[in-house]
């Protein structure tokens, strides 16, 4: 768990702090952000052609992302000297921070007087779009046009990646970013552990349940797991409710319709409580930290690891051809996969970036079919595979990971991260799952907790569309 | 300032009307770069933390006035008020355990001549000196399901209490907690007996002669000489507990559930994970008022009946 150096922003206590407050008041008398309100707008997007950016001059690229684990940084410290080898004008600076850390520090490094050219924004509610709202990212669809992104990817996939034009809706409108690479969660498994208890990689759900409980008799953990780190569960229990079809939660996600209080959620929470009830998960699973379990599953303690691809290059570096990596199975044989997945975190243009045209080159470049193969190389799921996937043995992990993701993507079998949903469900979800795991809360409680969440956003959400129906007026005030 | 003396010293000017020492207007001069320091580091961004307070912010949007929203949340909203609770019973870990057990070493240390007294000092004093991110990740290993504590317990055939410390509803406050007594103790210790030894030996003779045990002693004695120390003390853990943020970011994010939330970390977590900017200017307000206000009253309870 590197990079998690405390960074609380805090007042400090003392006497004359308080007594002159009041004066500093007086001092700071503005109101923030009114200057950055401009929801929808932006600069870039009116190149019509090719940008060239050897003609830029002498351009510095600032770059922030979130690739640092082993196989995704070689790739794009290998794809950033190859861009600036092709352009000797123009030099990347790139600042790479883990996730949790690029989440808390981008909202202020984009709305600073001096933002990054190019930022990895996270797909949702809480960063992409309050970005969008506040006019800090450039729409991308004329690059996407110029650059045919629009054939390179899927629907789908692009969809991700679009707000509304107002900035109030994710997954329809304007492209606001492309990501490089695809992601899935899915079933990575101990070959070796398999075969001592005589079992082989399952075909059906339930054949993989019945052997949680062999492994079990037989002495093994069946699912390692850790979840100190509140959001693991997420992904697993991801799996487990959209295991009666994929369209349903999409449609819950993208607020189009459903309830989430419904029967897949409470027994998709009943299933984590059992398995942990029943020692399919680790004991006290809950202090359990995910890297932790991870290490701890390829050292060889645990016959299955629920998580995803983002995992690969590490976990294969230890156990080698041990490793084995499969879509959930689904409930008949052979038919169609299905998981929680998408892609990547979007790569986005800053709105007030001096170089969009080089940006935006940029991003072509690192979504091109060589640097598809460059990421193959390094063991990474490439979003759209290219030539060097076609030569990936299918009998390897590498080869079972580029094929799932080949047939979920056929099959439309992706189901987005659940905590996309609303801007405080991530807390929600991960909080009530901790609850859900330990037993201190019934499956039903926790479907109400997360429907009472999601029903007050989509009222929030309908009564701006009615205000936006209503014509421009007064900005709606808190209260 | 009138209230200097008026003298025969009119004669040498306008200094002469003090007292020497007493101050002057010219001494604001001397302490202008400091003050202007101070107020530009300190003062004006609490100022601007108090002015956020009363506004919806995202972070991102325009702000829209609040007024004392975010303070009443404060008052209605259990997830909000539930970090408070868990901060004030951490105090009870990181103040006064410590002083507690502060208080007890120093009085063991000071009596019996112990060989090797400046390592045993030096080692209870090691945590102070380790940085709280370091503290929080040798920590959450110990405490982790297969960690040093749940193997200790198993192999001394207490494998019964053995629980995932710091994902468990029940034990993760109290767990974090002793992490902050480890913390603290060797600091209250080392203030104590440095303490110890400005009592003068005299009173302990005085208190022997009269007949008193150990216990009478320490308790008529050394915990009336300590008096000063223990203000330092208690401030000095208050202030640390209450502020408390990388020990709940770097062991348990608040969890399992909110079970750990406490205010610094929800600043944090509202500013920067949630855009509620707003929300989490009032919860950084409203805790330095908290610390504000425990420190006074202490320095009141502890120092004020000496004078």
Known sequence: ??????????????????????????????????????????????????????????????????????????????????????????????????????????????????????????????????????????????????????????????NHNRVSADGRRFGTGRLYGISQTGEFVGLYYNKDLLAKSGLRP????????????????????????????????????????????????????????????????TEAAATLADWHRRGYLPKGANGLGYDDAAKKFASGDGAYLITGTWQLADLKKAMGDNLGLMPPPPATPGGPPLSTGGQGLAWSITSRSKHPEVAA??????????????????????AVPGEAAARVPRTSVDGQMLDTWRRLNEADGLVPYLDYATPTFYDTLSEGLQGVIAGAQSPERFAATAQRDYA??????????RDAAAGPGPRRDGR | MKRAPRGPARLTGRYARRAPGEPRAVGYLYVLPALALYGALLVFPFGQSVWLSLLHWDGLTAATWAGGDNYHDLLTDPDLRAPFAHALILLVFYSALPVAIGLLLAALLSRA????????????????????????????????????????????????????????????????????????????????????????????????????????????????????????????????GLRNFDLIYI?????????????????YHRAFETNQVGSAAAIGVTLTLLIFVLTVGISRLVEGRRT
């Open chain 1, 1 to 158: 768990m590197p990079n998690r150096a405390a960074r609380a922003q805090r007042p400090r206590g003392t006497a004359p702090v308080v007594a002159l407050a009041t004066l500093a008041l007086l001092a700071a008398g503005c109101v923030p952000g009114t200057d950055g309100s401009a929801a929808g707008g932006g600069t870039a997007g009116g190149a019509t052609a090719i940008p060239d950016p050897a003609k830029a001059g002498k351009v510095t690229l600032t770059v922030w992302d979130q690739e640092i684990r082993g196989g995704t940084n070689a790739e794009v410290e290998q794809l950033n000297k190859e861009f600036q080898r092709a352009y000797p004008n123009v030099r990347v600076k790139r600042v790479a921070r883990g996730f949790t850390d690029l989440k808390a520090t981008l909202k202020l490094a984009v709305s600073g007087n001096n933002p990054p050219d190019v930022v990895q924004a996270n797909q949702g509610y809480p960063d992409m779009v309050a970005f969008v709202r506040a006019g800090l990212l450039a729409p991308l669809d004329n690059y996407a046009g110029i650059y045919d992104w629009n054939t390179r990817y899927p629907t789908t996939l692009l």
């Open chain 1, 202 to 265: 399952p075909r059906t759900w339930d054949e993989f349940t019945g052997q949680l409980a062999r492994l079990r008799s037989d002495g093994r953990l069946p699912i390692q797991f850790g979840n100190l780190d509140k959001y693991p569960a997420i992904h697993t229990f991801g799996v487990l409710q959209s295991q009666s079809g994929a369209a349903p939660v999409r449609d819950l996600v993208f607020g189009r319709a459903g309830r989430f209080d419904n029967r897949q959620t």
């Open chain 1, 361 to 382: 080159a940029y991003l072509d470049f690192l979504t091109s079919e060589h640097a598809a193969d460059v990421m193959t190389r390094h063991g990474v799921l490439p």
């Open chain 1, 456 to 465: 007050a956003f989509m009222a929030e959400q309908r009564e701006g569309d």
């Open chain 2, 113 to 240: 001549r112990v060989r090797g007294m400046t390592f045993f000092r030096t080692v209870l004093f090691l945590p102070q000196v380790l940085a709280l991110v370091v503290v929080g990740v040798a920590w959450r290993s110990i405490l982790a399901p297969d960690g040093l504590l749940n193997d200790t317990l198993e192999a001394v055939g207490l494998g019964t209490l053995a629980r995932p410390w710091l994902g468990d509803y029940d034990w993760a406050l109290p767990a974090v907690g002793i992490v902050g007594t480890w913390v603290g103790t060797g600091l209250c210790m080392v203030l104590f007996l440095a303490g110890a030894q400005r009592i003068p030996r005299e009173l302990y003779e005085a208190a022997r002669l009269d007949g008193a045990g150990p216990i009478r002693e320490f308790l008529a004695v050394t915990l009336p000489g300590l008096r000063p120390q223990i203000a330092v003390a208690l401030t000095l853990t208050i202030v640390a």
């Open chain 2, 251 to 267: 062991t348990t994010s608040g969890g399992p559930g909110n079970a750990t939330s406490v205010p610094a970390y929800e600043v």
